[in-house]
Protein backbone atom coordinates (compact mmCIF):
# COMPACT_ATOMS: atom_id res chain seq x y z
CA UNK A 1 0.00 0.00 0.00
CA UNK A 2 3.03 2.50 0.75
CA UNK A 3 4.48 2.30 -2.49
CA UNK A 4 1.65 2.69 -4.54
CA UNK A 5 0.43 5.98 -2.57
CA UNK A 6 4.43 6.70 -3.27
CA UNK A 7 3.18 5.91 -7.21
CA UNK A 8 0.38 7.59 -7.31
CA UNK A 9 1.88 10.52 -5.11
CA UNK A 10 4.75 10.78 -7.47
CA UNK A 11 2.47 10.65 -10.77
CA UNK A 12 0.27 13.74 -9.62
CA UNK A 13 3.15 15.59 -9.13
CA UNK A 14 4.62 14.94 -12.56
CA UNK A 15 1.55 15.36 -14.19
CA UNK A 16 1.07 18.48 -12.10
CA UNK A 17 4.92 20.06 -13.71
CA UNK A 18 3.48 18.46 -17.24
CA UNK A 19 0.29 20.85 -17.12
CA UNK A 20 1.71 23.81 -15.63
CA UNK A 21 4.51 23.80 -18.71
CA UNK A 22 2.39 23.12 -21.38
CA UNK A 23 -0.29 26.07 -20.24
CA UNK A 24 2.20 28.02 -19.03
CA UNK A 25 -0.06 30.65 -17.49
CA UNK A 26 2.84 33.69 -17.09
CA UNK A 27 2.28 34.05 -20.94
CA UNK A 28 -1.00 32.51 -21.31
CA UNK A 29 -2.22 36.17 -22.37
CA UNK A 30 0.68 37.04 -24.68
CA UNK A 31 -0.39 34.02 -26.80
CA UNK A 32 -3.49 34.53 -26.97
CA UNK A 33 -3.40 38.21 -28.10
CA UNK A 34 -0.50 36.98 -30.48
CA UNK A 35 -3.20 34.64 -31.99
CA UNK A 36 -6.58 36.81 -32.04
CA UNK A 37 -3.41 39.35 -33.61
CA UNK A 38 -3.00 36.93 -36.57
CA UNK A 39 -6.23 36.34 -36.72
CA UNK A 40 -7.38 39.94 -37.33
CA UNK A 41 -4.37 40.83 -39.63
CA UNK A 42 -6.04 37.65 -42.05
CA UNK A 43 -2.22 35.74 -41.47
CA UNK A 44 -4.37 32.81 -40.02
CA UNK A 45 -7.62 31.21 -41.01
CA UNK A 46 -10.89 30.20 -39.13
CA UNK A 47 -14.17 29.00 -39.28
CA UNK A 48 -15.38 32.36 -38.52
CA UNK A 49 -13.81 36.11 -38.13
CA UNK A 50 -12.25 37.38 -34.32
CA UNK A 51 -12.40 41.09 -34.14
CA UNK A 52 -9.36 42.49 -32.39
CA UNK A 53 -11.32 42.82 -29.44
CA UNK A 54 -12.05 39.52 -28.76
CA UNK A 55 -8.44 38.74 -26.77
CA UNK A 56 -9.59 40.53 -23.40
CA UNK A 57 -12.61 38.10 -23.17
CA UNK A 58 -10.81 35.11 -24.24
CA UNK A 59 -7.92 36.24 -21.73
CA UNK A 60 -10.65 36.18 -19.19
CA UNK A 61 -12.31 33.17 -20.13
CA UNK A 62 -8.83 31.27 -19.72
CA UNK A 63 -7.54 32.63 -16.90
CA UNK A 64 -11.14 32.93 -14.64
CA UNK A 65 -13.25 30.27 -16.26
Known amino acids: MKAFCFY ?20 LAQRINGYIDLRAQGLLTGDTQLKEESKYILTEVMLRG
Open 8 to 27: FLETCLDQIKFMSELLDLDN
